[in-house]
T-cell receptor, first 116, second 113 residues
Framework: DTGVSQDPRHKITKRGQNVTFRCDPISEHNRLYWYRQTLGQGPEFLTYFQNEAQLEKSRLLSDRFSAERPKGSFSTLEIQRTEQGDSAMYLC??????????????FGPGTRLTVT | GNSVTQMEGPVTLSEEAFLTINCTYTATGYPSLFWYVQYPGEGLQLLLKATKADDKGSNKGFEATYRKETTSFHLEKGSVQVSDSAVYFCALTYSSNTGKLIFGQGTTLQVKP
């Protein structure tokens, strides 16, 4: 098991373009999270999947953002009509099925998005 | 709402110095508390956790005690090493919801030889 992987690691795009990021969680982890981290700040929660169901979305996730997790395995995060304010590190994390005292999230290396 | 506040950085220490990074939280109910660490060029890693009041989390010489009366979870280490240089994040979550993490803004630690 190689941990959570994210692709691409870096993305530079022009304002107005659409971008899509992929996250591959640790196998058998049914919980998956997306966070956004801007420079000098802590990560902020964007959305949560349990298996293939998207159970929570942050108010940060505007209509231009959409996330999917078909078949409860990998997940994608798409940003349409990118804006300069979307420039950030996008982090994915996964966790095993919920059990008592089982809170750890395993983070991927992130995708750094730069919108020019 | 729920939030986490950490001391401002960067914190610069000499090797073998004592480390404290302050963390306080605002939350309803009884959250679980965490310290995550981000080494240069790497992803976030869980450093330690505490799930109820008076619990002490510890790992790699770091410790933090869940203080409900002061709503704090300060990170300490008795003797830091150059390899401890990283960004440290305090965070909380609730076991009754999705488990999403709420992070502080992070504190950069630089340890000089």
């Amino acid at each position: 098991d190689t941990g959570v992987s994210q692709d691409p690691r870096h993305k530079i795009t022009k304002r107005g373009q659409n971008v899509t990021f992929r996250c591959d969680p640790i196998s058998e982890h049914n919980r998956l999270y997306w966070y956004r981290q801007t420079l000098g700040q802590g990560p902020e929660f964007l959305t949560y999947f349990q298996n293939e169901a998207q159970l929570e979305k942050s108010r940060l996730l505007s209509d231009r953002f959409s996330a999917e997790r078909p078949k409860g395995s990998f997940s994608t995060l798409e940003i349409q009509r990118t804006e300069q304010g979307d420039s950030a590190m996008y982090l994915c994390a996964s966790s095993p099925p919920w059990r008592e005292a089982n809170y750890e999230q395993y983070f991927g290396p992130g995708t750094r998005l730069t919108v020019t | 709402g729920n939030s986490v506040t950490q001391m401002e950085g960067p914190v610069t220490l000499s090797e073998e110095a004592f480390l404290t990074i302050n963390c306080t939280y605002t939350a309803t109910g009884y959250p679980s508390l965490f310290w995550y660490v981000q080494y240069p060029g790497e992803g976030l890693q869980l450093l330690l956790k505490a799930t109820k009041a008076d619990d002490k989390g510890s790992n790699k010489g770091f410790e933090a005690t869940y203080r409900k009366e002061t709503t704090s979870f300060h990170l300490e280490k008795g003797s830091v090493q150059v390899s401890d240089s990283a960004v440290y994040f305090c965070a909380l979550t609730y076991s009754s919801n999705t488990g999403k993490l709420i992070f502080g803004q992070g504190t950069t630690l630089q340890v000089k030889p």
